[in-house]
């Protein structure tokens, strides 16, 4: 079992800064690619960026430019940095990790970000 723990959450003014932090229980990234996804009430939740096992790395298009997914295989740990905040931005953040197979997903429990003024 893989138990994934986010933290680095908060409120924030608009074009403002929040780094957020996936912490895995194990070393887990050379078998499950990394992923970042949000939630904002009233809506489905979307992936904001992601980064496979060979460090490749995807953006959703809402996203580019502003934040960047990173890993630290020492700490077994993911961390999505979020800048140029915006009001949108606003959402639970989940990380999870998905199996190369694709057929097993581990999702953290969640952390809020507010943007607002």
């Known amino acids: 079992q893989v138990q994934l723990v986010e933290s680095g959450g908060g409120l924030v003014q608009p074009g403002g800064s929040l780094r957020l932090s996936c912490a895995a229980s194990r070393n887990i990234f050379s078998i499950y690619a990394m992923g970042w996804y949000r939630q904002a009430p009233g809506k489905q939740r979307e992936l904001v960026a992601a980064i496979t096992s060979g460090g490749s790395i995807h953006y959703a298009d809402f996203v580019k430019g502003r934040f960047t997914i990173s890993r630290d295989n020492a700490k077994n740990t993911v961390y999505l940095q979020m800048n140029s905040l915006k009001p949108e931005d606003t959402a639970v953040y989940y990380c999870?990790?998905?199996?190369?197979?694709?057929?097993?997903?581990?999702w953290g429990q969640g952390t809020q970000v507010t943007v607002s003024s």
């Open positions: 999870n990790a998905e199996h190369y197979s694709g057929k097993i997903n581990h």
